[in-house]
């Protein structure tokens, strides 16, 4: 916990400013998350997506406090990932992966919810179908709902700040993993996120 305040400050980030948004780029390290035929690997995707969220927010002329829950390729437990947004009293917490199914056919996006109510319920809900609704709206990804999960990152955070789990796309399907690996389309995707940020 005390080397992630670290790279927070390293990072240049004030810990007295308004609104503080935990991105969590998941997995990581030995841990690499969905696998795809070509080698692209779940962790590297999520992390190009959170780093860049992070770069275009410093652009913006009233920047977010926006903190990730890893920098580089390093395994964060989960316990980790949530009690670095409780301790940073989040006002959201947003966690990224990418999906992967036997069916290669299989596509779109979905966003997940805590499963039970709680303060910040409609709040989160309500950010899951924005972020649906862009992704259709201006990348042309098939929206695949917003559900409702216990995932640890989600029942840990909820009664913090609206939580959302956020899967990307498949990259057991050809075509979505070759757009969620390339660099440029990881910007795009960014600039989604950050435009819902906005809103919040």
Known sequence: MILLFQMCICFGQDLGAQKRIVIDAGHGGIDSGALARNGAQEK???????QEVLRLN?????????FLTRYS?????????????MALDADLFLSLHCNHAKNHR???????????????????????YQLQNQFKKQLGFESRGVKFANFQVLRDTAKQCP????????????DENS???????????????????ETY
């Open 58 to 66: 410093s652009s913006l002329k009233e920047p977010h406090l926006i």
């Open 106 to 128: 299989a596509r779109g996006v979905e966003v997940f919810a805590y499963r039970y109510p709680f303060k910040y319920s409609k709040t989160a809900v309500w950010m899951a």
């Open 73 to 85: 390729d390093t395994l964060i437990s989960l316990g980790d990932r949530t009690r670095l947004a």
């Open 44 to 50: 590297d995707i999520v992390l190009n997506v959170a």
């Open 179 to 197: 757009f969620l690996s390339s660099k440029e389309n990881a910007t795009r995707i960014a600039l989604i996120i950050l435009n819902i940020l």
């Open 163 to 174: 939580a959302l789990l956020l899967e990307l796309g498949f990259l057991s399907n050809a």
